[in-house]
C-alpha cells in the first residue's frame, strides 16, 4: 500500500489492512507465566489442563457414618436395620472415605439406640461420596486458550493441582502527548494554554481494556524531538499513541516521526471526528497517530486501536449493546465521512428509547460524559429526520437507561442540584437530562420523547408565563404543570460594568458584543421581547445570531471577554462573578407527560422540588424565589 498524505481512506478497509499488516509483521499475544492466586481477571495465553483429579481421593460429601451400603438393604420405616459399632465409622464432610466402605448416612438420619444404630431407609453405593474425579480429572481441559480467568477459575485450576498459569502479557501502551500550548494539568492555566488531559483519558481507556498506558512527559513542537521520543518509546513499549500533531498543520511533526521510526499504512480515515489518524507501525509495533481534540482521540481510540488491542491482549471488546431508538430531532452529516454521533437516551412511558444528539464538537469531552450512546452514520448518508428510527450503540448499562427520568427542555441550574440530591438519597436514580430550550419541552412531550421538561415561555400579549403555550400545544391535556421556582432574568456583564450598560437597548451600542441563547430557548423568546417592546432591529445587535444553549455557557463567554452582555439567571452571573442588571422575574416550571405523572421517579423528582435541601442549595446559588 502507497502511502498518501491525508488520504480518506474508508474506516473498516483501513482497520481491516492495518490488522492484516501488523499481524504479517509479527503482531500476537505475549505471554507470561503467573501465580494462579495472581491470575484474576487475566487471559490464558493457552489452554490450561488439569495435573491431578478433583478430589484426589474418595471423600465424605456430608457428615455421618461411612459404611457398606450392602449392610442396609431392607431397611424400612416398620422393619429397621440395626448396626454394631463395628459395621460403621463416624465421618465428617471432606474426610476420606476409610477403606471398606462405600456409602455416607448422613447423621441426620442415624437413630441411635444405646451403642447400636438403627436404619430406617436403605443407603444405596456411593451415596453422598464426592468419587475421584467427580469435578476435575487430571487431564481435562479447565479453561481453553484466550479465556478471562474468573475467581471461580482460579479455584478451579488449583484444585485441579495448577499452580502457575501461562497469561497474556498485558502490552505497555506509550502515550506522547504533544504541543507547544499544552501543559500539565493545573488550577490556574494562562490564556492560551491547554491542560494536557487526553492522555489520562487514553490511560483509562487502555487500562479498561486489559492494557498498561505509560505516559512520556509533553513534547514540543519539534521534529526532532518527536521523532526522538516516538524512537524511544517504540523500544520501550509494545505500540505508541502520538497525540497531535497528526493533521497538516505548520508544525504537525506525527507523521515526519513515524515515517521515519516505523512506515505509514494509512494517513487520513474517512470519520468524523478523527479523520488525521495516522496508522502506521514499527515491525509489530502500532504506531498510532491521533488528532488533538478529545472526541477525535476517542472515537479514533474506539474504532482503530481497539482491535489492535484485542489481538495484543487476546481479549474480545467488541460487545457493545445496542438499541434501536427514535431520533428526537433532525440529524445531518456529510456525505464525505462516516460520523459518530454522541446522543443521550430516555425512554418514554410506552418503552421506546428517544435519542438525543448532543455537542459534535471535536473537542467537547463532556459530550461523552454526557453521553449515553453513539450513533454510526454512515459516510453514504446525509443524516436523518425527527422521528426517525436509528441504531445506537449503548455507552452505558440497559438496565440503566430502562430506569431513568428522561428531562429534556430549557437549563437551570435546578435541574442538576434536583439530580443530585436524588443520587444522594438513592444511588441507582438516573436522569436523562438534555438542554434543548422551552420549545424544546413542548415538542419532546407532545411527541412522548421525554416524561418531563423544564420550560420559562412568556406570552408577550399577556406578560404570563407558560400558560397559553400549553393551552395552544395541548387543547386535549395530557400534561400536568408543576410550578417550579421564580428566578431573575437580566443582562450579564463584566465585573464592574467596565461598558456602563443600564439597560436592553445599549445592545444596539457599536461598542456592545452580544452573545444570545438558542432558538426556542425561554431567554431567547424574553430577548425578542424585548427588542419588539423597545422597537430595536436584530440586524443592529452586534452577536444576535451567536447562539449558546446554556446560562452558564453565556456568563463564561463574558467572563472571558469574547462577548460584554447576554440575558440570562442571576445564579449563572453569580458562578463566573459577573455583574448583572435585573430586567424581569420570570416563572420557570416543569411539565410533566400525565402517563408519567404518578411513576415513583416522576413523583421523587417532585418531592426533592419541594424539599428544604433543595431551597438551601438555591439559596446558595441565588437569584431564585421557591414557590
Known amino acids: 500500500m502507497k502511502y498518501e498524505y491525508l488520504t480518506n481512506t474508508d474506516l473498516d478497509k483501513a482497520v481491516n489492512e492495518y490488522i492484516t499488516v501488523l499481524k504479517a509483521q509479527g503482531l500476537a499475544p505475549k505471554a507470561e507465566i503467573v501465580p494462579v492466586a495472581k491470575a484474576a481477571g487475566r487471559v490464558t495465553a493457552k489452554a490450561v489442563y488439569a495435573n491431578i483429579c478433583a478430589p484426589h481421593y474418595n471423600a465424605s460429601a456430608m457428615d455421618g457414618i461411612a459404611l457398606m451400603a450392602q449392610i442396609t438393604f431392607g431397611a424400612t420405616e416398620t422393619t429397621p436395620v440395626r448396626l454394631k459399632n463395628t459395621d460403621f465409622i463416624q465421618v465428617d464432610t471432606g474426610d476420606k472415605m476409610p477403606d471398606g466402605t462405600d456409602a455416607v448416612v448422613m447423621i441426620e438420619d442415624v437413630v441411635r439406640d444405646g451403642d447400636d444404630v438403627l436404619l430406617f431407609s436403605a443407603a444405596?453405593?456411593?451415596?453422598?461420596?464426592?468419587?475421584?474425579?467427580?469435578?476435575?480429572?487430571?487431564?481435562?481441559?479447565?479453561?481453553?486458550?484466550?479465556?478471562?480467568?474468573?475467581?471461580?477459575?482460579?479455584?478451579?485450576?488449583?484444585?485441579?493441582?495448577?499452580?502457575?498459569?501461562?497469561?497474556?502479557?498485558?502490552?505497555?501502551?506509550?502515550?506522547?502527548?504533544?504541543?507547544?500550548?499544552?501543559?500539565?494539568?493545573?488550577?490556574?492555566?494562562?490564556?492560551?494554554?491547554?491542560i494536557e488531559f487526553n492522555s489520562t483519558i487514553f490511560s483509562g481507556i487502555l487500562f479498561s481494556w486489559g492494557a498498561i498506558p505509560k505516559t512520556y512527559e509533553i513534547?514540543?513542537?519539534?521534529?526532532?524531538?518527536?521523532?526522538?521520543?516516538?524512537?524511544?518509546?517504540?523500544?520501550?513499549?509494545?505500540?505508541?499513541?502520538?497525540?497531535?500533531?497528526?493533521?497538516a498543520g505548520r508544525d504537525d511533526y506525527t507523521n515526519v516521526a513515524v515515517s521515519t521510526v516505523g512506515e505509514i499504512l494509512y494517513h487520513g480515515i474517512a470519520i468524523k471526528p478523527g479523520k488525521p489518524a495516522i496508522l502506521g507501525y514499527a515491525k509489530d509495533k502500532p504506531l498510532l497517530g491521533v488528532p488533538g481534540y478529545p472526541v477525535s482521540g476517542i472515537i479514533v481510540l474506539e474504532q482503530i486501536m481497539k482491535p489492535v488491542i484485542e489481538i495484543m491482549t487476546g481479549k474480545n471488546l467488541h460487545r457493545e449493546e445496542k438499541v434501536v431508538a427514535t431520533l428526537g430531532r433532525v440529524l445531518t452529516s456529510s456525505l464525505k465521512y462516516r460520523e459518530f454521533i454522541r446522543v443521550r437516551l430516555g425512554v418514554n412511558e410506552t418503552g421506546e428509547y428517544i435519542a438525543t444528539p448532543l455537542n459534535r464538537g471535536a473537542g467537547v469531552v463532556t459530550s461523552f460524559v454526557k453521553a449515553d450512546g453513539i450513533i454510526d452514520v454512515p459516510q453514504d448518508c446525509e443524516g436523518y429526520e425527527a422521528g426517525d428510527k436509528v441504531e445506537v450503540t449503548l455507552l452505558r448499562p440497559r438496565a440503566d437507561l430502562d430506569d431513568s427520568l428522561t428531562i429534556i427542555g430549557s437549563h437551570d441550574p435546578l435541574i442538576d442540584e434536583v439530580i443530585d440530591i436524588l443520587k444522594i438519597k438513592d444511588k441507582a436514580t438516573v436522569v436523562s437530562s438534555s438542554?434543548?430550550?422551552?420549545?424544546?419541552?413542548?415538542?419532546?412531550?407532545?411527541?412522548?420523547?421525554?416524561?418531563?421538561?423544564?420550560?420559562h415561555l412568556l406570552d408577550e400579549k399577556t406578560g404570563e408565563y407558560n400558560i397559553s403555550y400549553i393551552q395552544q400545544h395541548f387543547p386535549n391535556g395530557g400534561v400536568t404543570l408543576i410550578k417550579g421556582v421564580k428566578r431573575v432574568q437580566g443582562i450579564m456583564v463584566a465585573k464592574g460594568n467596565p461598558k456602563n450598560i443600564k439597560d436592553f437597548s445599549d445592545m444596539t451600542r457599536e461598542d456592545i458584543s452580544y452573545v444570545n441563547r438558542q432558538k426556542g430557548s425561554g431567554t431567547r423568546i424574553l430577548c425578542d421581547f424585548l427588542i419588539k417592546e423597545k422597537g430595536i432591529n436584530s440586524k443592529d445587535i452586534y452577536g444576535y445570531d451567536r447562539e449558546e444553549f446554556t446560562h452558564t455557557s453565556v456568563a463564561a463567554q463574558i467572563a472571558t471577554g469574547t462577548a460584554d452582555a447576554g440575558l440570562g439567571i442571576f445564579s449563572a452571573a453569580k458562578i463566573y462573578g459577573l455583574d448583572f442588571i435585573p430586567i424581569c422575574n420570570e416563572e420557570y416550571d416543569l411539565l410533566v407527560d400525565d402517563e408519567a405523572l404518578n411513576t415513583d421517579k416522576v413523583q421523587n423528582f417532585i418531592s426533592v422540588l419541594k424539599s428544604d435541601e433543595l431551597k438551601k442549595r438555591l439559596a446558595a446559588l441565588g437569584g431564585y424565589e421557591v414557590y
Open 124 to 194: 444405596v453405593p456411593w451415596q453422598h461420596v464426592r468419587q475421584v474425579g467427580e469435578d476435575i480429572c487430571a487431564g481435562d481441559m479447565i479453561l481453553p486458550s484466550y479465556t478471562e480467568i474468573t475467581p471461580a477459575a482460579l479455584g478451579a485450576m488449583l484444585a485441579g493441582g495448577v499452580l502457575t498459569v501461562d497469561v497474556v502479557k498485558a502490552p505497555i501502551i506509550g502515550i506522547i502527548p504533544t504541543g507547544d500550548e499544552i501543559i500539565p494539568p493545573c488550577e490556574n492555566p494562562e490564556s492560551g494554554k491547554i
Open 219 to 247: 513534547v514540543k513542537d519539534v521534529k526532532e524531538d518527536i521523532i526522538s521520543a516516538v524512537k524511544t518509546a517504540t523500544e520501550e513499549c509494545d505500540a505508541v499513541i502520538i497525540n497531535a500533531g497528526s493533521s
Open 435 to 455: 438542554h434543548v430550550g422551552s420549545m424544546g419541552a413542548i415538542m419532546a412531550l407532545k411527541r412522548k420523547e421525554a416524561q418531563m421538561g423544564g420550560i
